[in-house]
């Protein structure tokens, strides 16, 4: 199976950086799929990735969504925090530390924490004023990503609270 680790936002928030996301000019990621990646494991056993996170300790946060910017490199346009919220890399250590042990291969490059909203993007002139939204992350998820003649589909397999 396909897997990674992943945050999700509330319904609302998801829908209000949906909403927002249309106004520009590119593919808008659904707004069931908007979520943001802690670890990408690719072609993986589900079994072993959730033995790994049951093991993972970390604190409930805010992730705030204080700028949006565009990627001309992979014409995208994504949002996230200003600054890494301490809580949320002190998740991602634990959580990649514990996938080390069983051996998963994990990217190398450091964490950006960023949520991606279109693909195939056009370079706005200027981006929108962001809406106003809460992102509670009270926990993480195991994910199974398939691709589907819709799109990308992606199933929760496992929920992680968060202390």
């Known amino acids: 199976m396909r897997l990674f680790f992943a945050a999700w936002p509330p319904a609302e928030t998801a829908a209000a950086l949906h909403a927002w996301s249309r106004s520009l000019q590119g593919r808008p990621t659904p707004a069931e799929n908007i979520h943001l990646t802690l670890a990408f494991l690719g072609e993986a056993d589900p079994l072993r990735a959730a033995a790994s996170a049951k093991r993972v300790r970390g604190a ?11 990627w001309k490199k992979n014409e995208i346009v994504w949002v996230g925090p200003k600054a890494m919220p301490p809580e949320l890399e002190g998740l991602v250590k ?11 291969f994990l990217e190398r490059r450091p964490f950006a924490a960023h949520v991606t909203l279109l693909r195939k993007a056009r370079e706005p002139k200027t981006l929108p004023a962001l809406p106003v939204v809460r992102w509670p992350v009270d ?5 199974r990503s398939r691709t589907t003649a819709k799109g990308q589909l992606y199933e929760p397999i496992e929920r992680y609270s968060l202390g």
Do not use: G
Request: hydrophobic residues 45%; charged residues 40%; negative net charge.
């Open 60 to 70: 409930r946060h805010e992730l705030p969504i204080e700028e949006a910017r565009y």
């Open 139 to 143: 926990e993480f998820l195991l994910v």
């Open 94 to 104: 634990a959580l990649k530390l514990e996938l080390y042990r069983d051996e998963f």
